[in-house]
T-cell receptor, first 110, second 113 residues
Framework: AQRVTQPEKLLSVFKGAPVELKCNYSYSGSPELFWYVQYSRQRLQLLLR??SRESIKGFTADLNKGETSFHLKKPFAQEEDSAMYYCALAFRSGTYKYIFGTGTRLKVLA | ETGVTQSPTHLIKTRGQQVTLRCSSQ?????VSWYQQALGQGPQFIFQYYREEENGRGNFPPRFSGLQFPNYSSELNVNALELDDSALYLCASSFSGGAETQYFGPGTRLLVL
């Protein structure tokens, strides 16, 4: 069955330290993967998607099909990065379906 | 450009009742998806509507049903409410069906007593 796993519920790092939020997926086809972010008192919004290969707010994510991973990385964390991060998979099974992970709360400490 | 709006913001129902939640899609979007988010969990996909037709469905029973109107706004209906239906219900719109970027509304918090 298709699945998205985010193993860490909470990740705390100091400002300026590197960040890696882990995401593993289970899907045998070609995945469409996304990272969504929810800042405090804001709605869920797209951070980045793998097909665009963009760097947003200094974050990047590389799709590793061999390890079925789509980890989110940033070399130097900032306090404003503190938020809830969700990895999501879109796939076609007849019609499209979407699976979100359980989320990782990132806390960047001063 | 108007973002995705949802109504009501929150409501309380009792077990066995029926509820209708509403969503207005972002301007220019023809696709609406609905999600259920229980406390401490990620959003779970209920279904998607594309140009007034159901375009995909997650693992939810038939008592979860929906509609999309010609202006692309949408309703989520839940019949025979159960305690476990208590959750935040999110609506998201996108330019088209498929693996497009989704733009989320603020959600409707439903409490079933």
């Amino acid at each position: 069955a298709q699945r998205v796993t985010q193993p860490e519920k909470l990740l705390s790092v100091f400002k300026g330290a590197p960040v890696e939020l882990k995401c593993n997926y289970s899907y045998s086809g070609s995945p469409e993967l996304f990272w969504y972010v929810q800042y405090s008192r804001q709605r869920l919004q797209l951070l980045l998607r793998h097909i665009s290969r963009e760097s947003i707010k200094g974050f990047t994510a590389d799709l590793n099909k061999g390890e079925t991973s789509f980890h989110l990385k940033k070399p130097f964390a900032q306090e404003e990065d503190s938020a809830m991060y969700y990895c999501a998979l879109a796939f076609r099974s007849g019609t499209y379906k979407y699976i979100f992970g359980t989320g990782t709360r990132l806390k960047v400490l001063a | 450009e108007t973002g995705v709006t949802q109504s009501p913001t929150h409501l309380i129902k009792t077990r066995g009742q029926q509820v209708t939640l509403r969503c207005s899609s972002q301007s220019g979007h023809n696709t609406v998806s609905w999600y259920q988010q229980a406390l401490g969990q990620g959003p779970q996909f209920i279904f998607q509507y594309y140009r007034e037709e159901e375009n995909g469905r997650g693992n939810f029973p038939p008592r979860f049903s929906g509609l999309q109107f010609p202006n692309y706004s949408s309703e989520l209906n839940v019949n025979a409410l159960e305690l476990d239906d208590s959750a935040l219900y999110l609506c998201a719109s996108s330019f088209s069906g498929g693996a497009e970027t989704q733009y989320f509304g603020p959600g409707t918090r439903l409490l079933v007593l």
